[in-house]
Every structure is written in C-alpha cells, then in structure tokens.
C-alpha cells in the first residue's frame, strides 16, 4: 500500500512558478513510476507528466513541455513538479500517482493517487 500526499499548491500570477511535492509512503516507493494529472473545472482529468522509478525517463504533455519539469528524490520518498511560466490555463486540481510497473502517461493506469493541491493562476 502506498499513500501519496501532494502539496505545494496555490495561487500564483501568470508567468509566476510553483513547484509542487507529492510525498509518499512505503519502503518501495523507489521502485515505483510517477505521474502528475491535473484535472480543471468541467473538464475530464489529464497526464501533465510521468517519471520512472529512477528519474531517468521522463514523460511530458505537449501543453506543459519546456515549462514544467518532473523529478524525485528516493531517499526522501518525494517526487516534484517543478512549474514555470504557468499560464491562466494551467489552474487545475493537481494529482500525483504511483503505480507498480513501468512509466505510463494514461490515468487508469496507476495504483494510488493522492489527494490532490489546488493551482490557481490568475491573468
């Protein structure tokens, strides 16, 4: 069993950063790949970006490309969204997940998800 808590959410003006933490539980988060999803008002979930049990693959969506970066630390059990230049468009409810295989960029696809940390960027 792994639990995921995300933090690092909030209010921010457009071109602003944030950096997002999702920390997780359970000896065998390093074996596990990542993913962030994101899901705004009236619109259905999507993969914002996925890293393997290493860091050393990575996964992004088109939308976030050149602007967002993924990474982990496994001796802290924490995997990072790192968020720069954030547009009005990228405000969303902002969810880390964990699941057991291999780097997946499909939503059904993972095991745990956390609760999820609001980011709300204002024009």
């Known amino acids: 069993q792994v639990q995921l808590v995300e933090s690092g959410g909030g209010l921010v003006q457009a071109g602003g950063s944030l950096r997002l933490s999702c920390a997780a539980s359970g000896r065998t988060f390093s074996s596990y790949p990542m993913g962030w999803f994101r899901q705004a008002p009236g619109k259905e979930r999507e993969f914002v970006a996925a890293i393997n049990w290493s860091g050393g693959a990575t996964s992004y969506a088109d939308s976030v490309k050149g602007r967002f970066t993924v990474s982990r630390d496994n001796a802290k059990n924490t995997v990072y969204l790192q968020m720069n230049y954030l547009k009005p468009e990228d405000t969303a409810v902002y969810y880390c997940?964990?699941?057991?295989?291999?780097?997946?960029?499909?939503?059904?696809?993972?095991?745990?998800w956390g609760q999820g940390t609001q980011v709300t960027v204002s024009s």
């Open positions: 997940a964990a699941r057991t295989t291999t780097i997946s960029t499909l939503d059904h696809k993972y095991n745990y």
